[in-house]
T-cell receptor, first 113, second 112 residues
Framework: GENVEQHPSTLSVQEGDSAVIKCTYS??????FPWYKQELGKRPQLIID?????GEKKDQRIAVTLNKTAKHFSLHITETQPEDSAVYFCAASIDSSASKIIFGSGTRLSIRP | SQTIHQWPATLVQPVGSPLSLECTVEGTSNPNLYWYRQAAGRGLQLLFY??????ISSEVPQNLSASRPQDRQFILSSKKLLLSDSGFYLCAWSITENTEAFFGQGTRLTVV
């Protein structure tokens, strides 16, 4: 089955700097890759997603890149702000009758003032 | 609009006691439903998922079980809780596996 690995587990960056979180997946049939943000004590919420027919997607300060050949995808946050502090999860899923979403282990991002 | 309800928000149970966590979804039909567990400082581990009434797939063998008695109701159960069952349990739904998943508020379970 699908396995998603996420690195790093913790990340601390200076406010205003960029943060990059990387994930790899095992099943080449995976074709949907969402990223979720979980603030302390709250539920995870989708912040951006990308599908396999696209190599890069950007939404303001957040961007995601996908390399299908290498089976890895990354989240890029530019001009980080204190409110970016949270746990971020990548995930992968396959468009098939076996409907499940597999998450990475999460990255705790801290923004230093 | 669609909403997901999960309860209770917190639960403290003794070892060996039964468990029943309920999740319901409103405003959609035939959703995919999921139960995840988030241990302290760790990721989201998929426990069960369901694509329809009575259809349950288990990802991790353990003393937990899930049922879907109605289209928009998903229940997580255990006959006898273990200390290792402590964690943050999240129910989620999506239209398909390739669309956004919406999470419930979560249940923080502490087994003592």
């Amino acid at each position: 089955g699908e396995n998603v690995e996420q690195h790093p587990s913790t990340l601390s960056v200076q406010e205003g700097d960029s943060a990059v979180i990387k994930c790899t997946y095992s099943d080449s049939a995976s074709n949907y890759f969402p990223w979720y943000k979980q603030e302390l004590g709250k539920r995870p919420q989708l912040i951006i997603d990308i599908r396999s027919n696209v190599g890069e997607k950007k939404d303001q300060r957040i961007a995601v890149t996908l390399n299908k050949t290498a089976k890895h995808f990354s989240l890029h946050i530019t001009e980080t702000q204190p409110e970016d502090s949270a746990v971020y999860f990548c995930a992968a899923s396959i468009d098939s009758s076996a409907s499940k979403i597999i998450f990475g282990s999460g990255t705790r991002l801290s923004i230093r003032p | 609009s669609q909403t997901i309800h999960q309860w209770p928000a917190t639960l403290v149970q003794p070892v060996g006691s039964p468990l029943s966590l309920e999740c319901t979804v409103e405003g959609t039909s035939n959703p995919n439903l999921y139960w995840y567990r988030q241990a302290a400082g760790r990721g989201l581990q998929l426990l069960f998922y369901s694509v329809g009434i009575g259809q349950i797939s288990s990802e991790v063998p353990q003393n937990l079980s899930a049922s879907r008695p109605q289209d928009r109701q998903f229940i997580l159960s255990s006959k006898k809780l273990l200390l290792s069952d402590s964690g943050f349990y999240l129910c989620a739904w999506s239209i398909t596996e390739n669309t956004e998943a919406f999470f419930g508020q979560g249940t923080r379970l502490t087994v003592v």
